[in-house]
């Protein structure tokens, strides 16, 4: 158990619809990334959170957006669904780097959506 | 921009060694980690090198070159257990702001 949290684990809904996903970082981490990973892809960055401030962005398309909340969990947003957003969705969070630590991060189970 | 190559499978037998290299090109270089990912699971945390030289945390062990742009994982002894994807990824400090940026991933196939 990484300790962090991702609602729900599976979500199946219709082209055209939208979509929230959660994230709850580990205790004590500021910085939650987003990243997107479609069948045999590698992951592919979405967006990062540092303390309720967008850091910064990846390959994320227009019809996806993202928030940190003032505890810290996230939410990504996806809207007007396509077929090809199916894909396993994960959060990440990190601790502060410094001296002895390496500052890796830690994955959530992912959310699994299928879009019909 | 950033860049990061490993190769796409690779196939070896139990109890043998295998090395799954990955080159990367990025400009603001902050450290390199290698993950285990089984299928349909999250990464998980294998190693970190940020400075040249050989890490060794049991069967695993990674290397760095930040001069060649070149890393690699080496696992012993593999067990079956070990077939998986394995994912480099490159931190990067190029905007102020830590990004990690992952390569596409070897798919290891460990055979009997």
């Known amino acids: 158990d990484s300790g962090v949290t991702q609602t729900p684990k599976h979500l199946i809904t219709a082209t055209g619809q939208r979509v929230t996903l959660r994230c709850s970082p580990r205790?004590?981490?500021?910085?939650v990334y987003w990243y997107q990973q479609s069948l045999d892809q590698g992951l592919q960055f979405l967006i990062q959170?540092?303390?309720?401030?967008?850091?910064a962005k990846g390959n994320i398309l227009e019809r996806f957006s993202a928030q940190q909340f003032p505890d810290l969990h996230s939410e990504l947003n996806l809207s007007s669904l396509e077929l090809g957003d199916s894909a396993l969705y994960f959060c990440?969070?990190?601790?502060?780097?410094?001296?002895?630590?390496?500052?890796?991060?830690?994955f959530g189970e992912g959310s699994r959506l299928t879009v019909l | 921009g950033q860049n990061i190559d490993q190769p796409t499978e690779m196939t070896a037998t139990e109890g043998a060694i295998v090395q799954i290299n990955c080159t990367y090109q990025?400009?603001?270089?902050?450290?390199l980690f290698w993950y285990q990912q089984h299928a349909g699971e999250a990464p998980t945390f294998l190693s970190y090198?940020?400075?040249?030289g050989l890490e060794e945390k049991g069967r695993f062990s990674s290397f760095l070159s930040r001069s060649k742009g070149y890393s690699y994982l080496l696992l012993k002894e593999l067990q079956m257990k070990d077939s998986a994807s394995y994912l480099c990824?490159?931190?990067?400090?190029?905007?102020?702001?830590?990004?990690?940026?992952f390569g596409t991933g070897t798919r290891l196939k460990v055979l009997a």
């Open positions: 990824a490159v931190r990067d400090s190029t905007s102020g702001t830590y990004k990690y940026i």
């Open positions: 990440a969070s990190s601790p502060p780097t410094g001296v002895g630590r390496t500052g890796e991060l830690f």
């Open positions: 959170y540092y303390n309720g401030e967008e850091r």
């Open positions: 990025t400009s603001g270089f902050n450290g």
């Open positions: 090198n940020v400075l040249d």
């Open positions: 205790s004590g981490d500021l910085s």
